[in-house]
């Protein structure tokens, strides 16, 4: 049975999705050159700013893309000592910061500070990957962050990213994931040694930290203590889970981790170490150990 009222919204809709697709393709991508310069050879040898404009201007598609704005850099830089612009990096999700100064390239902090602010293009592109920037932790840093900015980074002559540098980078990231893994470790080893959980709270406990987030003591919550030694004492009466789940209200997958935790009678372990941990247990370990019979 033909519906009007059905075929008038399909219509409608049908144009509005219409109208947004022809919206979206007539967008056309904003693109920011860098041209840069730091010696007067550079220009005699035909890199000059004008040229690398020009280069970077026929890289242009013009049904696409659409000049936003150029960046000069014309090599007086290191007379400039006024203008600043840090670059706070987090490589590992706040594991650390990363700082680096851009004192010498004033026209780039300018431009970092309008990103900064939430004015960017989609694009940023130069006539090679070294007018972007020679020295590699710069270079590394500045491409990450404007990557976390959603700005693409790319160059005109040479599309590929030197191999030095891809390799150097490869390197780092590396080094920074094994370097966290050292730290990680390091800290798991300091907590166990002094008798508290390695990583975060566990169900009935909670730990205490002092201004430095350290781990200070642990304490037992007495409302949540209460239900973790209910469920072992059903279960070591021979209770079945699924009728302790319905006695207690209590899932069976986050109850059956409790009764597999030996840290509920006090016991740590880290790698092949042992030990007795800092705070008060809830349950005996002949309860625990009469549960794991069962």
């Not at 693109?31 to 310069?37: A, H, S």
């Not at 706070?88 to 010498?104: A, G, H, T, V, Y």
């Not at 302790?244 to 997958?253: H, L, M, R």
Request: proline share 3%.
């Amino acid at each position: 049975m033909f519906d009007r009222k059905v075929f008038i919204l399909k219509r409608i809709l049908l144009g509005v999705m219409e109208g947004t697709s022809d919206i979206q393709s007539d967008k056309k991508k904003l693109i920011d050159f860098l041209c840069r310069v730091s010696s007067d050879e550079q220009v005699t040898s035909g890199q000059g700013l004008d040229t690398q404009e020009y280069i970077n201007r026929k890289s242009i598609d013009e049904l696409k893309e659409k000049v936003n704005k150029i960046i000069r850099e014309e090599g007086r830089s290191a007379q400039i000592k006024d203008s600043e612009f840090i670059i706070e990096f987090d490589p590992l999700n706040q594991w650390f910061d990363i700082k680096i100064s851009l004192r010498k390239r004033p026209e780039l902090v300018a431009w970092l500070i309008d990103v900064s602010k939430g004015i960017k293009p989609d694009e940023l592109r130069f006539v090679n990957w070294g007018r972007f920037a020679r020295n590699l932790p710069f270079y590394y840093f500045l491409k990450l962050w404007l990557e976390r900015k959603t700005i693409k980074v790319s160059a005109v002559s040479d599309v590929n990213e030197p191999k030095f540098a891809v390799n150097m980078i490869m390197a780092l990231r590396q080094y920074e994931l094994e370097d966290r893994a050292k730290a990680t470790h390091n800290s798991q080893q300091r907590r166990f040694d002094e008798g508290f959980f390695l990583s975060r709270d566990i169900y009935g406990y909670r730990m205490i930290r002092d201004e430095q987030r350290r781990v200070i003591r642990i304490d037992v919550v007495p409302e949540e203590a209460i239900n973790v030694a209910n469920v072992f004492r059903l279960k070591s009466s021979g209770m079945k889970n699924i009728d302790i789940a319905n006695k207690t209200k209590i899932p069976y997958t986050t109850f059956c981790e409790w009764l597999r935790d030996k840290r509920y009678y006090g016991l740590l372990t880290f790698k092949d170490e042992v030990k007795k941990g800092n705070y008060e247990p809830i349950i005996s370990e002949d309860d625990f150990n009469a549960v794991q019979k069962m």
